[in-house]
């Protein structure tokens, strides 16, 4: 009885050390990155963190791969330096810009592609003039394409203690509370719309906020274009 026990035992032993394989597939050791530049220029498009997405489509290992997603930082970046490398669709999408066609590049160590987009509006002459502890923000809205563009639903400025301040990271009574509702179409906006202005009030002294503005559409995405960002520091009174 005790053999029988030990020969089936070393069976076992046997059958799980066949089904056992080799992996020889290479680690994620691959990497891509790049700059969204507004297009025509070496101007950084203005993003928030994951307000645009670099969908991945890893062509040499499926006709129909599951995607994979990079998304934006808030400097107007991406990257991903743990992918596998290979033949990969690339396509950026998700932002308030007009739609770019899929390119397909090999993706290995060190690859860099940037990607020129074209924003619903631009947000220009961006200006803040600070009273004390009330904060007056100022700015032109304009499109470099008008035809189709989505509808423009708000108008909002962004409110932050740090840095990273944009859509989702913000103080919401400086934000949130303070957005315009539009909801026209570009050819219904007045000159009015198109340069508005913004009154927040009520800012703690001796705090440094950061601000930026933004306009929102009614696309898939309820995507928005953002100005830049401006530091500004209150006193104390």
Known sequence: MKQLITMAGLLMVLGFT???????????????????FVAGTKNNFQTATGSIQVKLEQLSWSETPAPQEIPSKIDGTYKN????????????????FWPVLPIEIDISGGT????????????????????????????????????????????????????????????YEFSDMKKITVNKEWADMTPADKSPEITIEGLL???????????????????SNLSNIIQIKVDQK
Not at 144 to 154: C, K, R
């Open 81 to 96: 330096s743990k992918l596998f490398g290979g033949h990969y669709r690339v396509t950026p999408y998700g932002g308030a």
């Open 112 to 171: 860099k592609q940037d990607f020129e987009l074209t924003p619903y509006t631009e947000i220009n002459n961006f200006t803040v003039q600070l009273d004390t502890t009330t904060l007056k923000l100022r700015f032109d809205i304009s499109a470099p394409v008008e035809a189709g563009m989505p509808t423009i639903t708000e108008i909002q400025p962004y409110l932050n203690t740090t840095s990273m301040v944009g859509p989702g990271a913000s103080i």
């Open 205 to 223: 002294p001796g705090r440094i906020f950061y601000v930026r503005v933004g306009v929102r559409y009614n696309d898939s995405y309820k995507s």
């Open 18 to 36: 066949s089904c056992l394989k080799k992996d020889n597939l290479d680690g994620p050791n691959a990497s891509l990155e790049g700059n969204f």
